[in-house]
Structure formats: structure tokens, C-alpha cells
């Protein structure tokens, strides 16, 4: 379980993982050692799984982002297609939905043109 202070904590490292432990406490109010002590505490429990860097994808060249609605005529090659998606480096995400699509794939493109490109087949 956790309380208003795990919450606010785990609020602001969603916002900027990267501020360091004086800094937030600082915000917060808070002794540097609680904020620590609290932060190990939720990473041990699961709350925080992990920490990443956020891409400028303008700046890589992938700054096209696309999602796409796909429906399948098979409904049993799904775990295929699944599979052919997460080989792409150009996808990002990957859901299983309901409703007439069976699948929707955030993806990220140089331009328009290699969008016509993108197959899972």
C-alpha cells in the first residue's frame, strides 16, 4: 500500500525521472533520506519498474508518428502477426483491441513515403 507522499513521489519521477534525489526532495519538502529510502522502497515493491530516456524522434529521424488500425480476416494468425510487428524497429507499441479493428500499432517513420512501405506480411 501506499500513501499521499509515495503518491506525489511517484507522480513527479513520471514527469522527470532524471531529477536527482536533493532536487526532489527539495520540492517536496521532504528529507533528502526519506525521499531516498521511500524511492528504494517502491522500486523494491514494484511500483517503479524502471527508469528510460525519452527520444527526440524529430532528431533521429523517425519524427513521423503514425497508428494504425489493423483487422485481420484470420483471427488465429494473430500471434503471427504479433510477432512480425515486434521484429519492426519502426514500432513503438502494440495493442490488441476490440471492435472492428483486432490490432493498433504506434509506429514511427522518416516521411510519409516509407509509411507505404510498412508490411507485416
Excluded at 84 to 93: F, G, I, N, Q, T
Amino acid at each position: 500500500m501506499i500513501d499521499e507522499t509515495d503518491k506525489k513521489i511517484l507522480s513527479e519521477l513520471s514527469i522527470d525521472s532524471s531529477r536527482n534525489i536533493e532536487k526532489l526532495a527539495k520540492f517536496l519538502h521532504l528529507p533528502r533520506s526519506t525521499v531516498h529510502n521511500r524511492i528504494k522502497k517502491l522500486e523494491k515493491e514494484g511500483f517503479i519498474k524502471g527508469y528510460r530516456a525519452i527520444i527526440d524522434h524529430e532528431k533521429i529521424g523517425r519524427g513521423l508518428t503514425t497508428f494504425m488500425a489493423i483487422s485481420l480476416t484470420e483471427k488465429a494468425e494473430i500471434q503471427d502477426v504479433l510477432k512480425k510487428l515486434a521484429k519492426d524497429p519502426r514500432v513503438e507499441e502494440i495493442h490488441t483491441v476490440t471492435g472492428r479493428s483486432d490490432i493498433l500499432v504506434k509506429s514511427r517513420f522518416h516521411n510519409p513515403k516509407e509509411i507505404a512501405t510498412f508490411t507485416f506480411n
